[in-house]
């Protein structure tokens, strides 16, 4: 997929999705939804899917457009990063997902781990706040941030779930293959520098 396109059509997406918010004017607002059907038609074209579908799916979409918020935890033992292999594409990722409404980053990625892993961790320090778009992910339809956190380990067991179909402890020489719609190579070898270098300041965009 053309990532330029990806971008442009999800602009606009959020563009008629904030217009739908706030305008009552009716001719407004078919000119809005006609805009959330060309970007739909965008991602369409550029991907092959149904583009009602799309439409269908940006029609879901309610209130003033904003990016989505992925949480990770990044966690440690001796030496090794924490993964889990993803039952959707059957490769592995650091343990995360949505955070949802109510929780602070910090609890998101605390219960995602646990949820993934059967690891229970504390996170202490955020390592990235990542706009998805600028580092190398898999397209996806809507804008993304990603919230990195090192996440110190407390206790627990390692756990399959719904979601998850494996569970391990990987050295960086020894990495099994990643899950690139979650995260990146360059994304883990960056963790183990700050691993390396636990006085790095927070990695950014």
Same mark, same amino acid.
């Given at each position: 997929?053309?990532?330029q396109?990806? %971008?442009? $059509?999800?602009r606009? /997406?959020?563009?008629?999705? &904030? #217009? ?8 407004d607002r ?7 059907r ?10 092959g ?25 990044v966690v ?8 889990v ?5 059957g ?8 955070a949802?409404?109510g929780?602070s980053? %910090?609890? $998101?990625?605390?219960? /995602?781990?646990?949820?993934? &892993? #059967? ?5 202490v ?18 804008h993304?941030?990603?919230v ?20 391990g402890?990987?050295r960086e ?24 270098h ?8």
């Open positions: 997929m053309d990532l396109w990806l %971008a442009w $059509a999800q606009l /997406e959020a563009l008629a999705q &904030s #217009g739908l918010a706030y305008s009552e004017n009716p001719f078919e000119r809005y939804e006609a805009v959330r060309i970007a739909a038609e965008m991602v369409a074209g550029c991907t899917a149904d583009p009602a579908l799309v439409d269908e799916l940006f029609a879901g979409q309610a209130g003033y457009a904003t990016p989505k918020v992925d949480v990770r935890g440690f033992r001796d030496d090794a990063i924490l993964l292999k993803e039952r959707t594409d490769r592995w990722t650091l343990p995360g997902g949505w949802d409404v929780e980053p %910090a609890e $998101a990625t605390e219960r /995602e781990v646990y949820e993934e &892993s #059967g690891y229970r961790t504390r996170a320090k955020l390592l990235a706040l990542y706009d998805r778009n600028r580092h190398g992910h898999t397209p996806y339809i809507f993304i941030y990603k990195f956190f090192r996440c110190e380990l407390l206790g627990g067991e390692p756990s399959e779930s719904i979601e998850t179909a494996g569970v402890f990987f020489d020894s990495l099994p293959e990643l899950s690139l719609g979650r995260v990146t190579p360059d994304e883990i070898a960056r963790f183990f520098e700050h691993l390396r636990p006085d790095w300041p927070t990695d950014f965009d």
